[in-house]
């Protein structure tokens, strides 16, 4: 079985933004997402990738991905996920050991920019950067899943 372990953190200033050593334009949808799994399709760095993720809340979730041909994941994108779809730059960038990925939302996600760093095991310890800030792998509403349903704009904490 596959595994994704992974910390999902807000990110607390623009620090982070000199060490970005790459980033990606993605646009993704959900052909379904429920308490029992999610199926999305994700166009990123001109390829095609099918995922499925079990609706697990936590850091520790069973994960399958397989990259799909492109003209046939933007299809779907554009026929069969639900709307609307999800647009954010993924930035990629290094501290201490571990590669962090900087999910920066676009659309009705606008301003919100999560941090996140994939482990190899469960306590697995990782350097925590400055600019990171509260750990919200247990909510739920950070989940892309959940933001396609309840985008950022809407949240009240977002607009006060």
């Not at 980033?23 to 799994?37: F, I, K, N, P």
């Not at 009705?108 to 310890?125: K, S, T």
């Not at 350097?127 to 933001?147: I, K, M, T």
């Amino acid at each position: 079985m596959a595994t994704e372990i992974e910390h999902k953190f807000l990110v607390r200033d623009d620090s982070w933004r000199p060490q970005v050593e790459r980033s990606v334009w993605m646009r993704q949808g959900y052909l379904t997402s429920d308490a029992r799994c999610s199926v999305r399709v994700r166009v990123a760095d001109g390829q095609g990738l099918l995922n499925l993720k079990s609706g697990t809340l936590g850091i520790q979730r069973s994960e399958y991905e397989y990259v799909i041909p492109l003209a046939e994941a933007e299809e779907i994108l554009d026929t069969l996920c639900e709307p609307p779809l999800l647009e954010k730059t993924r930035h990629f960038l290094h501290y201490g050991e571990h590669l962090w990925e900087i999910d920066e939302f676009a659309g009705d996600n606008a301003g919100l920019i999560v941090a996140e760093v994939e482990l190899n095991h469960l306590d697995e310890p990782f350097a925590r950067p400055d600019w990171l800030g509260e750990d919200v792998s247990h909510d739920l509403r950070y989940y892309n899943s959940q933001l396609v349903r309840h985008p950022y704009r809407r949240w009240s904490c977002a607009t006060s």
